[in-house]
């Protein structure tokens, strides 16, 4: 499957982020992508070897990698298009907002 494919099967799955709801962290320091704060936020919140990263760009993308990889697959699209992270079995998030802020939370087991 390629990355239109699986954003096409999987993104309407994701929840919505509504801003109050969050504790945000900018993800950007207006020159390039902060890699190490988008890398923390995944360590913090997702606990999987293996990670769904979905693009919203034109044409949605999306991709299943090994969570050391996503850093480098989601970064050149932050402030260009939102990106949700997530597990396989879809507990827990990360968010990246086009405005350059991130957050990351679980839903209740």
Do not use: C
């Amino acid at each position: 499957m390629n990355p239109v494919e699986l954003y096409e099967q999987i993104a309407i799955d994701f929840p919505p982020v509504w801003p109050e709801d969050h504790s945000w962290v900018n993800a950007h320091d207006g020159n390039s992508p902060k890699l190490d704060v988008l890398t923390n936020l995944l360590v913090q919140n997702i606990r999987s070897e293996r990670v769904i990263a979905v693009v919203h760009s034109e044409p949605g993308v999306a991709a299943e990698l090994p969570i050391g990889d996503i850093v480098d697959f989601i970064a050149p699209y932050v402030l260009q298009a939102e990106i949700q992270v997530t597990d396989p079995s879809r507990t827990s998030y990360v968010a990246v907002l086009t405005n350059g802020v991130a957050t990351g939370w679980s839903t209740p087991q």
